[in-house]
């Protein structure tokens, strides 16, 4: 007997969890379809049509606008998720606990060093388990079908498509049900799986056999249960807490009240097959327009054959009134047809935010206009990165602790102090718009006013955490402090002086007095000659 939550009620479910994906998928009938479609104008192997296989031969589409949009889309939105070389995340001591505790601000310090090494653990793990081509592939069917499922595991994320999992969620977007079909062969599995499907039958019955296996994930009271089902079997129950379930449903653009979410080609199918139409129309059209016949007046003095015959140059006998070639006469539909095609190309680019689309067609186009025009498209996505950073980037972080720390490779933290905090994504657009509006302060200022006065009037330590936060440098240990500047301007200036001693001996003299009345004096070495500052007690 197996329960789920909606709502505040709990209620029971004692039908099998194949009877039950059954009925959840009559809902998810039509994003497939929409999923399709899209893929069609798009990438067609990412959503084949029912019954496809390996030897299925897919349908090219006639433009190419489609596929590169959500190619390019995707791997933006990996670098700005997941940038390279660096966390995309922080390990943060929340201050109001830590205040609550009364704990020490100097200890605060230590903890968060230690963290680092915790960070650079878990991006390690990362880049060993190759999660980013499993991530690049669920972006891509993101914006194609807007729903995609990952399952984090030992080995990296697994990715399911639409087509092997349904979803049902409550009014605030929360997982209630997940139910997986999977085709397994009986080999492939572990043994344990292996032996509970069996149970006392002869393994010969399964061999070169496929299996039906159905993950159901339910969200109940205190976290979830998972129940795996073969031959309306259960063979397999885990529980999960709310924070530690390894998988994660992802929606592309989140409609209230929806099991699904919707995606991005979807917005802009109309233009997709506008595009493709009028693409092939074009091509058609050309291809027939250039097909070259000649034709011969049936009364006139011209024979065909001769035509035919002839080699180039050569001289035969007949009119030029009786020949003339086939035209179709069609420049004028074509070009509007092409201007119209070319306008929603446009329209495309910017959508999928195309490199192409950033530079206008003119003669003069300034680097400021380029990067205005950048900038601009990268805050469109500002919605989208909100949902993935809720729906997916915190989840994949927990889900990693976990497992690590299941694996004995990273110590228990403390929940309650100890949080992850998104540093790319939205952040990193909130961040990218102050420091635009830092630097054109700046220059407004400097420009107008000049920089000897911009020096009176401006913080110069303020104004250089300003713009590290900005660009969220960490400035521990980097920055100097005050009193290191001023042990250096002190230096310096003793340098000075003391150069200025061996130059004229008079100035010697008046720097001796001065430096004399600050507790300091002039040294000088016989040998040498050098000259030197002294501490006269």
Known sequence: ???????????????????????????????????????????????????NNEATEYRTPYQSIGARGVMNLASKLMLALFPPHAPFFRLSVDDLVFKQIQGDPRTKGSIEQGLQGIEKAIMDNMEVSNDRVAVYEALK??????NVLLKITEQGLRVYRLENYVVKRDNQGNVLKIIIKEVVNLDTLPEKTRLAIIEGKAKEEYENKELDLYTCIQREDKGYTLHQECGKKIILTTKYKVDALPFIALRFNRVDGMDYGRSHCESYLGDLRSLEGLTRAILEGS????????????NGTTRASSIAKAPN?????????DVSVLQANKFADFRVSFEMMNRIEQRLQYAFLLN????????RVTATEVQLVAQELQDALGGVYGILTTEFQLPYINGKINILREQKLLPDLPKKIVRPKIIVGLEALGRASDRL????????????????????????????????????????GLLKDQEQIQQEQQQAQQQQLAQQALADPRVAIEAGKHITNSGKGL????ETGDVSVENME
Do not use: W
Request: hydrophobic share 35%; charged share 20%; glycine share 8%.
């Open 1 to 51: 007997m197996q329960r789920y939550v909606y709502g505040d009620k709990v209620t029971e479910d004692k039908s099998s969890i194949q009877s039950q994906y059954n009925k959840l998928e009559l809902n998810r009938e039509t994003y497939l379809e929409r999923a399709t479609d899209c893929a069609k104008l798009t990438i067609p192997t990412l959503f084949p049509d029912k019954g």
């Open 141 to 146: 069917n993101l914006i194609v079908s807007g």
């Open 287 to 298: 291809s027939a327009s250039a097909k070259m016949l000649f034709m011969v007046a049936p």
């Open 313 to 321: 140059g050569a001289i035969i006998e007949g009119s030029s009134g």
């Open 356 to 363: 192409s689309s950033v530079q206008r067609q003119a003669e």
């Open 437 to 476: 509006r830092l630097l054109q302060f700046m220059q407004d200022l400097a420009g107008t006013l000049g920089a000897e006065t911009l020096s009176q009037y401006i913080n110069l330590d303020d104004a250089i955490k300003k713009f590290a936060v900005a660009n969220g440098v960490d400035t521990q």
């Open 523 to 526: 040294g000088i070495n016989n």
